[in-house]
């Protein structure tokens, strides 16, 4: 079964092309950084308008790139929430008229399910059950995974998500646009201890995230640190970068290592953009292997979002029967418990 993916949650425009659920045959993503660049993060509506520039090419190349055309296309899937409303339109309305114009079945996915399946276009992959971290811009979460759309929140953020939080400080310290690597380059010339920033367990046994807290910590350190500079150069914008990411990993660490504890998982996957960050991935690596549980990491261009995710949870979905109609609709919030 040949699958397109398509995803349009936020300001990439991805599609993929994916054989049998496993099978990668071509992974297309425009990214609009340099557009949303000047403004420090998304503007849904220049998002939207990328998005409807794009579509089709992206589509095209990716039949290209897999040696196919229209005519071989067993099904699309397409993105439906979470996510910008007026960007995941465009990817919904493509698909509809893809789908009625090639005769194929339509359906919609979860873009969270998404990132936890992307792990099974790897060569290794994780035995059900699970526990999946999923950590991106938007979403920060835990999920006990029993099996292919079997899915149960074990916790999530309260306010910002981890991603988020990378690109609200990136800003402060005015690094850039996208947080995450910026920061994740400059603090590996830093001091992860030298700020001391706190860490929010929130109640115990908590597993869910509090990380505007953190975000306040670091905003209100950051304005004594430039009033004082002049007098005390001990402290690098460096230093403060790396006190932020480390914080940011030892509650994403200490978080997942308590759920696969409280579910009794031997198996945990890290998925979403953030995954990409080598300090979380090389620190959360020695701390499974400490404890004998197995780590599950997708590649870097599978962590971000992509189509090949979209067409995975899609091909698991089809053969169990399920599709849409051409009434689907986008939705901005959708709990992956709910699907």
Known sequence: MIILGIDTSCDDTCTAIVEDGKRLLSNIVNSQVIVHHRYGGVVPELASREHIRNIVWVVRESLRRAHLNSNDIDAIA?????????ALLVGINFAK???YANNIPLIGINHLEGHILSIFLEKRCPPFPFVALTVSGGHTNIYQVRDFGDYTVLGQTLDDAAGEAFDKI?????????GGPVIEKLAAKGRPEAA???RAYLSKDSLDFSFSGLKTAVALYVRKWRLQKGCDDKIKIADIAASFQAAVVD???DKVIAAAAQVGANSVVLAGGVARNNYLRCNLQEVMAKREIDLYIPSPEL?????AMIAVAAYHRIIKGQGDDLTLDARSRFPLDQI
Do not use: M
Request: net charge negative; proline share 9%; with cysteine.
């Open 196 to 198: 001391g920033f706190p």
């Open 170 to 178: 990136a800003k402060l310290l005015e690094l850039g646009y996208p």
């Open 97 to 99: 008229a893809f789908s």
């Open 251 to 253: 509650i994403l660490i």
């Open 78 to 86: 397409v993105t439906v929430g979470p996510g910008l409303v007026g």
């Open 303 to 307: 962590c971000t979002d992509n189509g």
